[in-house]
Structure formats: structure tokens, C-alpha cells
């Protein structure tokens, strides 16, 4: 019996994480709550005491010769607390810990940010950030290092309050991305300020910090909380019901394994492209659709029309996403893709199609 008991505790750590992973995936794959984000400012918290508690060491001699480093606070604070090695029994406690909240707040973040994902480049640092959420499962002993715990909370800290920000404040942009990646670096900064540590121990965070803003601006951050409901282009739409006519989908094509088609002629009209963004709660963003061209000569879809409106202003709140349409009137046949994109920044969603000349026998599709 206890052989057997021994063998499940290896497993115990796999199946903390698939558990937490799918139940975050049930929840909040279908929406965000304010309890959500209380529990993650919960775990987000715990971790920033952690790290503080990881950075407990003996002071080293040279410490207390220095007047000037005696009169600071951050050194009668650790003088008080933080002055000392902790045992092999409570820094196992405290990684295993900082392990869990680093955990779960990698779970839910994945979750988020793969959903307001819509290009190649955000989906790789999704992907990083997967990767991320899988090792962490063997990192407990590695988090015994300040300097990695200060890291990972460094770029937890900034992905987290990207995140939450636009819920508390109502507002996206690049404003508030920089706000997220300074008050997160800041928190950092105070706990190496703490801690009396060489300045190469900052370094790490600092760049982090750096590089999450660079790639903000590469659009490679996804718009977060954003997300593309539904999306599709179509003929013949009417405005009061928000409904259109599209080909009958194939099987594949419901599957997610081909492009759609759309049979259209020039007599017919306007060829539209329809798309649902989720926002949370009062939260306004501005939108644009991309229409990009495949052209046949260069195999690569060119930009056509970059379209945007006072129409395509988010007033979050609305379950099934705020709706917005564009239209294009003198198509060439052949692939055209149209992305869903946050004003001048990152792309929440894109969807191929191929237009045909061929006679309309479809079906009519409402956006919901």
C-alpha cells in the first residue's frame, strides 16, 4: 500500500497541473469575471511575498561596516526580517509555494492570451509562454535561486497586469501596456532594493521589461482582453439583423481544415466581412479591418485597405461581442484574408477565404 502511495505522489504535480489547466480553460474560456481577477491579484500577491521570502540570506559583514547602508530602510527591514538562511525544509516549502502561484497564474494567462491572439507572431510568444507553463512544473528547485524567482515573477507580473489593467480602467493601448511593464518592473526593482543584492540581479527583470515593450510595438503582445467571437465574410447583408448569405460550408471547412469560399459576381453587389469582438465590461477600444490580397504572381497576400470607422468603437459588455462590418465593392477572384486588428496594433483575429466566379447557391448566416 504505501509503495503504491509513494508511485501516485509522482504523479500528484501532473495532475495539479491538468486539472488547474482545464478547469481554467472551462472558466475562462468563456468569460472573465471580477472573482477571476481577484484570484489572480490573489496568486500575483502571494508570489510577491515569496520572492521576498526567497531573498532571505545572512548579511554579509561588509553590510554592516557600510554607515550608509545602515541608515536605509530596505536594511533595517531586512535586518529585522530577512536576515537569514532559511532551512532546507522551509525553502522547499517556499518554492513549492511560489511554484504554485507561478503555476496558476501561468494557466490562466495562457488561456487569455491565446485567445486574443490572431497572428503567427503572438501565437510564438503564447507558445513561449506554454512552454513556460509546462517547465515551471520542474522548476521548484531552481526557484531557490532569487534571481530566477525575481525573473519569472518579473514577466508573470507584467503579462498579469497587462491583462488587468484594461478591466480596471476601462481603456487599451500603448499607454497602459507601458503602465502594466513599469509597475510591474518597479515591484521588482523594490524587492532587489530589499534584498541588498549585487545589480546583476535586477539586470535580468530590467531586460524583460525591456523586451515586452519592444514587442509590444512589433504587435507581437496580443490585444488582450480582446477576442474575436465569430468572424466571416459574405454577400448580401442585412444591417437590422446583422445576417448574410455565405456558400454552404464544407465539413472541412467546419472543421477548421480548409479556407472558405464565397461564390460571388460583380452584379451582386458588395462582398462584406463580418466579425464579433468580446470586450469586458465598458471597456472602448477602437477596431480595423485589414484586407489583404494573395496576388498570383508573388504567392504573398498584399495589403489592399486598412478600414476603420467612429462605427468600430468597442462598447464592451456585450456577451456574444461588440459587431462590426466593413465592405468592398471591385474584388479580384482568388484569396483574400481579412484580419481583425486593434487600431495600428496587434491583429485579434484573421480568417481566409477565397472568392469565386461562380453563381450564389448558399445558405443565409446571422452574426450573433
Not at 488561456?111 to 512552454?131: N, Q, R
Not at 523594490?190 to 531586460?207: D, N
Not at 466593413?326 to 484569396?335: A, F, M, P, V
Request: hydrophobic share 45%; net charge positive.
Amino acid at each position: 500500500m504505501k509503495k503504491t502511495i509513494e508511485k501516485f505522489k509522482h504523479f500528484i504535480p501532473a495532475l495539479a497541473f491538468f486539472g488547474g489547466f482545464a478547469w481554467d480553460s472551462i472558466t475562462l474560456g468563456r468569460m472573465v469575471y471580477s472573482s477571476d481577477l481577484l484570484f489572480l491579484l490573489a496568486y500575483y500577491f502571494g508570489a510577491l511575498i515569496l520572492v521576498i521570502l526567497l531573498s532571505a540570506s545572512k548579511m554579509d559583514s561588509r553590510l554592516e561596516e557600510d554607515s550608509e547602508m545602515k541608515a536605509s530602510k530596505a536594511y533595517q527591514i531586512r535586518k529585522i526580517f530577512l536576515n537569514r538562511d532559511w532551512s532546507e525544509k522551509w525553502t522547499s516549502r517556499f518554492t513549492w509555494a511560489v511554484q504554485f502561484c507561478f503555476g496558476s497564474l501561468f494557466s490562466a494567462l495562457v488561456i487569455c492570451y491565446f485567445k486574443s491572439s490572431g497572428s503567427w507572431a503572438s501565437l510564438f510568444l503564447v507558445l513561449f509562454m506554454t512552454a513556460l507553463l509546462i517547465g515551471n512544473e520542474f522548476l521548484q528547485r531552481r526557484y531557490e535561486s532569487f534571481t530566477v524567482s525575481l525573473s519569472f515573477f518579473c514577466l508573470l507580473g507584467t503579462m498579469f497586469l497587462n491583462f488587468a489593467i484594461p478591466h480596471w480602467v476601462h481603456r487599451l493601448g500603448w499607454f497602459w501596456f507601458l503602465l502594466s511593464t513599469t509597475i510591474s518592473f518597479l515591484m521588482c526593482y523594490g524587492i532587489w532594493k530589499l534584498s541588498l543584492r549585487p545589480l546583476k540581479v535586477i539586470l535580468a527583470p530590467f531586460t524583460i521589461s525591456c523586451l515586452l515593450i519592444v514587442m509590444y510595438f512589433f504587435n507581437v503582445i496580443p490585444p488582450v482582453p480582446l477576442v474575436v467571437k465569430q468572424h466571416s465574410a459574405c454577400i448580401h447583408f442585412d444591417r437590422t439583423t446583422y445576417s448574410c448569405e455565405i456558400d454552404n460550408p464544407s465539413v472541412l471547412e467546419l472543421m477548421g481544415l480548409s479556407r472558405q469560399t464565397l461564390s460571388w459576381q460583380p452584379s451582386e453587389g458588395e462582398v462584406y466581412f463580418l466579425s464579433s469582438i468580446f470586450a469586458p465590461n465598458k471597456v472602448k477600444a477602437n477596431i480595423e479591418h485589414r484586407w489583404f490580397y494573395l496576388n498570383p504572381k508573388t504567392e504573398k497576400f498584399e495589403l489592399t485597405d486598412r478600414i476603420s470607422s467612429s462605427g468600430m468603437s468597442i462598447q464592451g459588455g456585450r456577451e456574444s461581442g461588440f459587431r462590426t462590418y466593413t465592405k468592398k465593392k471591385n474584388l479580384n477572384y482568388g484569396r483574400w484574408k481579412v484580419e481583425t486588428a486593434f487600431k495600428d496594433g496587434a491583429v485579434i483575429g484573421s480568417k481566409e477565404f477565397e472568392v469565386r466566379n461562380d453563381v450564389f447557391e448558399g445558405q443565409t448566416w446571422m452574426l450573433q
